[in-house]
């Protein structure tokens, strides 16, 4: 199988060389530099782009990782309904 590029069509940041390397957030971050204004999420109305996408999930992390002192592997629980919200923190 082919590896994906491993350099976004506007030469943004370079990411991991297939698709084996890459993270949920690697995945969304390549979207947003790819095409960022192409339409990620649907919900009730609301349109929100890969780089808002993108944007909203890495805001995410940092907050859990800065306040919160949650660190990769930690587990977190959410309850509540399905919402953009949920795949922010999903993805984060």
């Not at 976004?8 to 890459?22: F, K």
């Not at 095409?35 to 992390?61: C, H, N, P, Q, T």
């Amino acid at each position: 199988a082919k590896a994906c590029s491993s350099r976004a069509r506007n030469d943004g940041p370079r990411l991991p060389s297939g698709p084996a390397h890459m993270t949920i957030a690697d995945w969304i971050s390549h979207h947003a530099d790819w095409d960022g204004g192409k339409i990620a999420i649907r919900f009730e109305g609301e349109e929100i782009s890969y780089a808002a996408f993108d944007a909203r999930v890495r805001r995410l992390a940092a907050m859990l990782k800065g306040e919160l002192g949650i660190a990769p592997g930690d587990r977190v629980a959410q309850l509540g309904a399905n919402s953009p919200e949920l795949l922010d923190l999903l993805f984060a």
